[in-house]
């Protein structure tokens, strides 16, 4: 896996430093290589609280006990994998946060897991050798422009129709009406939010 930066996103991360640094990230991935690499890019981004760790059944007990605002994992765990750890979040009645932003990387790229990731609740989904420029997208996205949630009878999590088009005039498949729970932008300090939130909604 590598990280390809750019010219493009060096602007954005200087003047979203402050706005990110009281972020708690946490990174699940089982290649210590890997974990290092993930931090010094979040790091880059003025995200400087990281907390690491190598499985899903830690990550678990950790978030029982540490206040996360973003969570990146890998896909293919050892014991639980990536899609496990998200539905476990999402819908274990011993769950603390099933709100938590869940950004997945993973190197299979098959349909059958990215359509997975999707229907256990994942935010968004990224395809190694990631960027650090499609990275930080995602992460500025998932926080300041989140999508809805949606509490289904099989299905807890973040709105897996990404636009609603006022012109659907087709049959509605859900067989019984879900409840929508509306998802706030995440809060910075005063200081900086106006013009944060201004530079970044999308």
Request: aromatic content about 8%; overall charge neutral.
């Amino acid at each position: 896996m590598s990280f390809a930066s750019g010219k493009s996103i060096q602007a954005s991360v200087v003047r979203s430093a402050h706005a990110l640094e009281r972020l708690n990230c946490m990174i699940i991935d089982d290649n210590r290589h890997m974990r290092s690499l993930l931090k010094g890019v979040l790091r880059a981004f003025g995200i400087r609280h990281v907390s690491e760790v190598a499985d899903a059944p830690e990550a678990i007990n950790e978030l029982k006990s540490m206040p996360i605002d973003l969570l990146i994992t890998e896909y293919a765990l050892d014991t639980l994998d990536g899609n496990d750890l998200t539905k476990l979040i999402r819908t274990g009645s011993d769950s603390t946060n099933p709100l938590i932003p869940i950004i997945m990387l993973t190197g299979h790229t098959e349909r059958f897991v990215v359509s997975r990731a999707r229907d256990v609740g994942v935010n968004e989904f990224l395809a190694k050798p990631i960027s650090a420029e499609a990275l930080y997208g995602r992460i500025i996205g998932t926080l300041f422009n989140p999508r809805q949630f949606v509490k289904a009878k099989t299905y807890f999590g973040p709105d897996r129709r990404r636009r609603t088009s006022k012109r659907f005039a087709g049959t509605e498949h859900r067989t019984s009406p879900p409840e929508f729970i509306q998802i706030q932008p995440w809060v910075i300090d005063d200081k900086h939010e106006s013009e944060f939130v201004d530079q970044f909604s999308l």
